[in-house]
């Protein structure tokens, strides 16, 4: 593969990173994502806007961290991966956890933007994942559960 293609490559990933396209993008829904909602839960939906955020913010750190540190520990599968509790503890977590999100979020981007980066190299530490694979779960992940924000959004919104 030529330079030209990765960078293509490395251009597009961070794209489906972003979101946009065919996926919203995280700062349409998560700075605004109205306060009085944030820990109110819908009949028959799993989760409030607080567990889900935290949800995106402790699976993206997950990722970025096993993508560039041999010694990370991932939590414990599947109860590290969400908040205690339904609602944001204290009035300045949603904000903690969001700068946390957008801070990773950039990070994973730097890293697949990084002309050092091997994109399709091995992960020394995984087993067999690559730079490019971590990326692409990251932006579907992240697409799927900001979605779910949305949804429950309007959802609250016309109750």
Do not use: C
Not at 140 to 158: F, I, P
Request: net charge positive.
């Amino acid at each position: 593969m030529n330079g030209d293609h990765l960078k293509s490559i490395r251009r597009h990933l961070i794209d489906l990173l972003k979101g946009g396209n065919a996926h919203i993008k995280p700062e349409k829904v998560i700075p605004d994502f109205p306060e009085r909602f944030r820990g109110t839960k819908v009949a028959k939906f799993p989760h409030t806007a607080w567990q889900l955020l935290e949800h995106l913010r402790i699976a993206q750190g997950d990722i970025l961290e096993f993508s560039r540190n041999a010694k990370h520990e991932s939590p414990p599968w599947p109860k590290g991966y969400w908040p205690k509790g339904a609602e944001p503890p204290d009035r300045h977590a949603w904000k903690k956890s969001s700068d946390q999100f957008f801070a990773d979020l950039k990070a994973m981007e730097q890293l697949v933007a990084n002309s050092s980066t091997d994109l399709l190299a091995k992960i020394p530490h995984g087993n067999g994942q690559t730079i490019l694979r971590e990326a692409l779960v990251l932006a579907d992940h992240n697409s799927y559960h900001l979605g779910q924000m949305e949804v429950l959004r309007k959802a609250l919104e016309d109750e």
